[in-house]
């Protein structure tokens, strides 16, 4: 295959090269279905199958009666998945650089006053569990 194929639209072609996913990188098998439908699902091969080599992204769409839309909603999941992966690891990126901004920070006054209180309580706690015991 040399590019994308025809019936994917500018749209979704112009999304699929925003992501990074070049043509030869995904390989497309049409195969037969599985379920209900008789002798017309084990005679055709509507079900999509498309694996995005790099990514190890799987993609099987088998919604509709006719391979061709089968085909185009194969391309937009795989589209949605690579995205979905891609804003999940921006998101994780981004969360981990303000976990290490919290921690870095300085503690306020009162969260200070706080924590001294519960040390101390927890001391408290502990020395009344030393003594006592040997009568």
Do not use: C, Y
């Not at 439908?37 to 088998?62: C, F, Y």
């Not at 976990?99 to 006053?113: D, M, P, Y």
């Amino acid at each position: 295959m040399t590019g994308f194929p025809d019936m994917v639209g500018a749209a979704l072609r112009q999304r699929l090269v925003s992501l990074g996913v070049r043509p030869e990188e995904v390989e497309e098998r049409f195969v037969r279905g599985a379920g209900a439908g008789g002798q017309k699902i084990n005679k055709t091969s509507s079900t999509v199958a498309l694996r995005h080599r790099p990514s190890g992204v799987e993609v099987r769409i088998q919604d509709e009666r006719s391979q061709t839309q089968n085909r185009l909603l194969a391309w937009t999941v795989l589209a949605d998945k690579l995205e979905r992966r891609r804003t999940e690891a921006a998101d994780a990126v981004q969360a981990a650089r303000e976990l290490a901004r919290r921690q870095r920070r300085q503690k306020s006054r009162g969260q200070k006053a706080r924590m001294i209180a519960g040390k101390r309580h927890r001391a408290r706690i502990k020395s009344a569990r030393r003594g006592g015991f040997d009568e």
